[in-house]
């Protein structure tokens, strides 16, 4: 074949392939508008308030204890503060050390990880947590933003809080790909795109000094064949006992440094 021939052919080939590449990322954008208009929000955007004392009639001083990150460490989709992630892990967190838990909710429905900073920074001045737990992630998904970016983000919340004493515990990025709403491929792409930000969130939260908790390893699949349970009412937030769940898979993680000797 001529080199004009090859050209040409090499040419064809670039101008397909790049056809194929427009024609899915439309396909992909008209999904995630659908996936948008199918969850829409009916829980609102204000999950329960459960900040308080828990377990307040136990002895000792209470244990600190701060959500930061998105709707999930926020507990939207659950109907009572009982069924919030910050509410099920003070109660476990109070009933395992024997000591009652203040717990502040610093996480915001919506939030990237770009969002830590302000969380962090916004904490009452003499209000020191002891133990602090972070999920976050969804968001930086759905929105693509960079994954390096979104774990510098995690890297300075972490150093920020370890600063201040708090032991860290990062609940990794969920797998996506559980969300029937979405269709495929763009579940596929999700899925595939919170999985990696998972493992480089768990990377970070090594390196910074937190411990990270894998929530696609350790409860993903059983939001994957009990999506109707675990969900709640918009398929896309977890219910109470998709927080039963979660709270469940960090409680080990939360507990472990005020473990009675």
């Given amino acids: 074949m001529s080199s004009s021939r090859v050209a040409a052919a090499t040419a064809l080939v670039a101008v397909g392939a790049a056809t194929a590449a427009l024609a899915g990322r439309d396909l992909l954008r008209r999904q995630a508008a659908q996936a948008r208009t ?3 929000k009916p829980l609102g955007e204000q999950a329960p308030h459960a900040d308080r004392v828990w377990q307040r009639k136990r002895h000792g001083e209470p244990i600190r204890l701060v959500l930061l990150g998105d709707s999930i460490a926020a ?3 659950a109907e009572r503060r009982k069924q919030t992630l910050g509410g099920r892990l003070a109660k476990g967190l109070a009933q395992r050390a024997g000591r009652p838990v203040l717990l502040h909710t610093a996480a915001v429905v919506g939030s990237e990880s770009s969002a830590l900073a302000d969380q962090v920074s916004g904490l009452p001045e003499a209000w020191d947590p002891d133990v602090a737990v972070i999920v976050v992630g969804g968001n930086d998904v759905t929105h693509r933003v960079p994954i390096s970016e979104s774990v510098a983000h995690l890297t300075d919340a972490i150093t920020a809080l370890r600063a201040r004493g ?18 495929q491929p ?3 792409f999700a899925s595939a795109a919170s999985r990696q930000l998972a493992a480089a969130q768990a ?10 908790v894998s929530l696609h390893r350790v409860v993903g699949p059983v939001f994957h064949t009990r999506p109707d349970e ?22 080990p993680a939360v507990s472990a440094p005020f473990a009675p000797a």
């Fill in 230 to 251: 675990m969900f709640s009412v918009d398929g896309f937030h977890p219910s109470a006992l998709g927080y039963r769940r979660t709270a469940d898979a960090l409680l």
């Fill in 203 to 212: 990377r970070a939260a090594a390196r910074a000094g937190a411990v990270a």
């Fill in 75 to 77: 507990g939207l989709g």
């Fill in 186 to 188: 763009l579940r596929t």
């Fill in 38 to 40: 199918r969850i829409g």
């Fill in 166 to 183: 708090a032991t860290v515990v990062v609940g990794t990025c969920p797998d996506l790909g559980a969300l029937r709403a979405v269709a």
